[in-house]
């Protein structure tokens, strides 16, 4: 079972960027000891210059320039701080560089991580998938998680340093006053904690709302033309205002909630920093802190805010961040098709082979059983035909023969080896299975036919051509380029037929499972397209489900299922004298 992803597996992905880790935190430790004086050289002018006290940055400066005027250590002090600023400046945008680059890689792998688990998820689990839903997974949750990655790696270090160069100069400037601020820190923290809960509850409401959204809306467009001729777009779309309506409520309930949580931390902070302002003065007043370490102290107090926000803000968004792993975690939890090792291949210099099914019983999940102990074969290069009326389990027969399904009991033989020892790819590979509904792309008949594979035109015109096709796709102003629409929306049931089996035949096959594949034909139209394909067919093994006689008579075999069950099994005049075979698309 996938292991699920945890804030640890996250930890583990950024250590694993080691490089990049290191460089954004030496740039961000480098940029924040650049800064870290600057609080300390204006208000030290204020007791050094405009006070006289005497010390040691205008001693070092006299040492230079010897005694000079105001504006000299003025200028000298402004260029210091500009300096160092633009340093800083300098070594935090190549820190913020390489954090993004570690962000944007573990976008990367958290993608890839559920891609590869969907690429093999059983195809039960796929029937109850929708497409929209994992899509707000992939794209939403998975930001929030990268984003909180990159919030982890740019301020966790650079601020708990900054706070811990602020604390060690304000203790040494007034420890009690310095004792009295970090003592409130803790505060800040759990505060900021329950306020990451609460707004993580609606941040999780929202990413519901939209994935609800997304759900009917990809279903709702790639359904459209059954929700118009059916005459329920006002209904269908009028569920989608009302879920658009529900973004917009939970994102109000984030979106103020979240930045009354913020505002309220920054109203905690600033209330503090006015308490230690009061603080100051009356040190100054009570005690020997003289008026610029006075105001150095404001200052340092001014600059803690930054890295005390940057952690508050780092505690809320990993509560916040939890329900994204949680509904990310909902996905790797999706159980996969069986791995079977690829020990034999019986396709292996072979053009065909034969396939056997042996007692095989098969149930789909939570249901009852639809196979009950199939055993049929069909030898290499033989045709045999499955009949049989609707539901009784001729279609389960084709999945499980492809692997959709592990079987409950028997055995599924290519040659003499089970399928389990020859592994799902190479089936796949070999084995074709024609679906009575052929699905397709909204892209190019040429991708259409060749998907992933890279095909020459001469090969997709014989293909075509075998299809009764070619002549009609050479009629196109853009030919094999023409776009199909929507699951083929721009061609007719036939064409659509036709150009399922041309793909079929360009994938060159050694098995061959027809499912109802050629039932949007007419009867002259499958006659003529068979009688097209026998070269293609002749020495292959061929499985057909139909309920055509026309079809049937091709077979040389012919097994009847009634009731998930073989009920007999013959030739198509055998059958016919038992009266198991009556007319075109009725079956006994």
């Known amino acids: 079972m996938t292991r699920h992803y945890t804030f640890k597996v996250l930890y583990e992905q950024i250590n694993s960027q080691k490089k990049d880790f290191w460089r954004t935190n030496i740039f961000g430790t480098l940029a924040t000891l650049l800064l870290l004086p600057i609080p300390m050289l204006i208000p030290l002018l204020v007791d050094e210059v405009l006070l006289e006290h005497s010390g040691k940055m205008t001693e070092v400066i006299s040492r230079v320039y010897g005694e000079s005027e105001v504006w000299v250590y003025v200028l000298i002090i402004l260029s210091t701080v500009l300096t160092l600023r633009i340093i800083a400046f300098f070594f935090n945008n190549k820190k913020i560089f390489y954090a993004t680059k570690i962000t944007q890689k573990i976008s990367y ?27 707000s997974k992939t794209v939403q949750d998975v930001e929030s998680i990268s984003r909180f990655a990159g919030q982890v790696v740019m301020i966790a270090l650079s601020a708990l340093l900054m706070l811990a160069g602020i604390a060690a100069v304000m203790f040494w400037m007034n420890w009690a006053l310095a004792l009295l601020v970090f003592i409130l820190n803790p505060l800040f923290f759990g505060f900021s904690k329950i306020l990451g809960r609460k707004t993580g509850e609606l941040l999780r409401r929202q990413h519901e709302a939209y994935e609800l959204y997304n759900e009917l809306l990809n279903e709702t467009l790639e359904l459209f033309i059954q929700v118009r001729a059916s005459n329920q777009e006002r209904s269908f779309f009028g569920i989608l205002q009302k879920r658009a309506k529900e973004i917009e409520k939970t994102s109000l309930d984030y979106g103020y909630k979240a930045s009354v949580a913020h505002s309220s931390s920054t109203l905690l902070i600033n209330t503090a920093i006015d308490i230690f302002r009061v603080l100051g003065v009356t040190a100054v007043a009570y005690s020997d802190l003289t008026i610029g370490m006075m105001i150095a102290f404001l200052f340092y107090l001014s600059t803690l805010v930054q890295p005390v926000q940057q952690l508050v803000g780092l505690v809320i968004a990993y509560q916040s961040t939890k329900p994204a792993f949680e509904r990310i975690n909902t996905l790797l939890s999706f159980s996969q098709e069986p791995h079977y090792p690829h020990e034999s291949d019986p396709f292996d210099n072979k053009k065909t082979t034969s396939v056997s099914l042996n007692n095989v019983s098969f149930a789909y999940r939570n249901g009852r059983r639809v196979l009950h102990n199939i055993t049929l074969k069909a030898n290499a290069g033989e045709k045999i035909a499955l009949i049989g009326s609707s539901g009784s389990g001729k279609t389960t027969v084709a999945q499980l023969l492809v692997g959709f399904y592990p079987v ?52 997709i015109y014989e293909a075509l051509g075998a299809a009764q096709l070619e002549a009609f796709v050479r009629g196109l102003d853009e030919g094999l380029d023409t776009l199909i629409g929507k699951n083929g929306i721009k061609l007719s049931g036939g064409q659509r037929q036709r150009l399922a089996i041309a793909r079929l035949i360009l994938s060159n096959p050694k098995v061959v499972i027809f499912d109802e594949a050629t039932s949007a034909l007419d009867n002259a139209t499958e006659f003529h397209l ?18 055509r006689i026309s079809t049937i008579k091709q077979a040389d075999r012919i097994y009847l299922i009634d009731e998930g069950r073989v009920t007999a099994e013959g030739n198509y005049d055998s059958l016919q004298k038992q009266g198991l075979i009556k007319e075109d698309f009725d079956v006994a």
Do not use: C, W
């Not at 792998?109 to 994992?134: A, D, F, M, P, Q």
């Not at 068979?530 to 309920?547: D, E, M, S």
């Open 109 to 135: 792998l958290l993608r890839h991580r559920i891609l590869h688990h969907l690429e093999r998820v059983s195809i039960s689990e796929y029937e109850t998938l929708k497409s929209g839903g994992i899509a």
């Open 408 to 459: 409950h009991s028997g055995e599924i033989l290519y040659g003499n080896t089970p399928i389990e020892k020859i592994g799902l790819p190479v089936v796949r590979k070999n084995v074709a299975l024609m679906l009575q509904y052929a699905l397709f792309f909204n892209d190019t008949i040429r991708m259409n036919l060749a998907l992933s594979e890279v095909k020459s035109d001469r090969e």
């Open 530 to 547: 068979y009688k097209t394909l026998a070269p293609f067919l002749k020495g292959r093994t061929v499985i057909i489900i139909a309920h």
